[in-house]
């Protein structure tokens, strides 16, 4: 099964920009690749997601600002996020999905700070 790591959290101001990584173990040109995120005291909730053909979505909140990417030869998916607002802080989870099988990796701590 695909192993996922993130990296690029940090303390950043707000309206700056930050750009998260997730690198995959193996190939990860047939899952679905998404990045959710679970802000203190709250749910973890999709931010967003590309599919293996390429599609997008996102929730409303990023809509504008952050931007999904996958390098299927790289074997690594991103998350650029720019115009960053004190309530984008959370801890952000790369996730790797197949039919009903999705796979997370361990997290990375992103804080915004007004």
């Known amino acids: 099964q695909v192993q996922l790591v993130e990296s690029g959290g940090g303390l950043v101001q707000a309206g700056r920009s930050l750009r998260l990584s997730c690198a995959a173990s193996?190939?990860?040109?047939?899952?679905?690749m998404g990045w959710y995120r679970q802000a203190p005291g709250k749910e973890r909730v999709l931010v967003a997601r590309i599919t293996s053909g390429g599609s997008t979505n996102y929730t409303e909140s990023v809509k504008g600002r952050f931007t999904i990417s996958r390098d299927n030869a790289k074997n690594t998916a991103y998350l650029q996020m720019n115009s960053l607002k004190p309530e984008d802080t959370a801890v952000y989870y790369c996730s790797a999905r197949l039919l009903t099988l999705e796979v997370w990796g361990q997290g990375t701590l992103v804080t915004v700070s007004s």
């Open positions: 193996r190939s990860i040109v047939i899952y679905a």
